[in-house]
């Protein structure tokens, strides 16, 4: 059997709904069976702050998890989170296991539905990294980031509410007021929720009329379907 890892952690709840969503999309792809996964759970802190402050020693650190994940017998493996994938090149240059990507599988499902133009939410350095914009270009795909006051409001609550698996009314109403004026001033045609605890705050498979990919949901059919190639 093919055997996954997912590199987690980054953070916590996130990874549990990794956990629960790959298990559930598996047993609709086979009843009979169950996957074969290790999870390396990180420091999501640790990570953020080298984010912020070394990206090299970031590189590093998801390195160590991937030949963990590596040595443990896992044939690919990805990461439960957006903002590492920061230096995702980086690390599928050094990774001894392919890794699979939730940009591309984001990038793939925006282009199959005809997606020009689309909002891009997630943590700061998400919104502000050259990550997503550049591989949405390779698909003819524009990307619009909101603007500095509203990166700041979603950041903040990303990092002091979401990741501590705290889900508020107010920032719920707060992020889809964003995606409202993406879509009324930017003319966005669809949304990233490129963050994966966004897509725990807003399950809507369209906000305000406004179409929007869960990324967690895009990433994890990826996985399975890897583990049934």
């Given amino acids: 059997m093919v055997s996954f890892g997912l590199i987690g952690g980054l953070g916590p709840e ?3 709904d990794y956990y629960r969503r790959i298990l559930e999309e ?3 792809m086979d009843p009979r069976s169950a996957p074969h996964i290790v999870i390396d759970s990180l420091d999501v802190d640790y990570g953020l702050s080298l984010v912020e402050h070394d990206r090299p020693k970031l590189v590093e650190y998801l390195l160590d998890s991937v030949r963990r994940l590596a040595a443990a017998g896992c044939d690919f493996g990805a990461m439960a989170a957006n903002t590492p994938h920061v230096v995702f090149d980086d690390l599928v ?5 392919p890794l699979i990507s939730i940009v591309e599988a984001a990038a793939e499902e925006a282009q199959r539905r005809g997606m020009k133009r689309v909002g891009l939410l997630g943590t700061r350095f998400t919104m502000e990294g050259s990550f997503y914009p550049t591989v949405l270009a390779r698909y003819g795909i524009e990307c619009v980031t909101p603007d500095d006051r509203e990166i700041t409001w979603i950041h903040d609550r990303y990092i002091g509410q979401m990741l501590r698996g705290d889900f508020r009314e107010e920032t719920r109403d707060g992020v889809i007021g964003i995606v409202l004026r993406l879509g009324n001033e930017e003319h966005i045609d669809g949304v ?3 963050g994966t605890e966004l897509t725990m705050l807003l399950s809507s498979s369209s906000i305000g009329g406004v179409p929007a990919l869960d990324t967690t949901e895009l990433h994890v059919s990826a996985i399975v379907k890897r583990l049934h190639d």
């Fill in 14 to 16: 996130s990874t549990i």
């Fill in 26 to 28: 598996f047993q609709h």
């Fill in 93 to 97: 240059a050094r990774s001894p296991i």
């Fill in 192 to 194: 990233i929720l490129g």
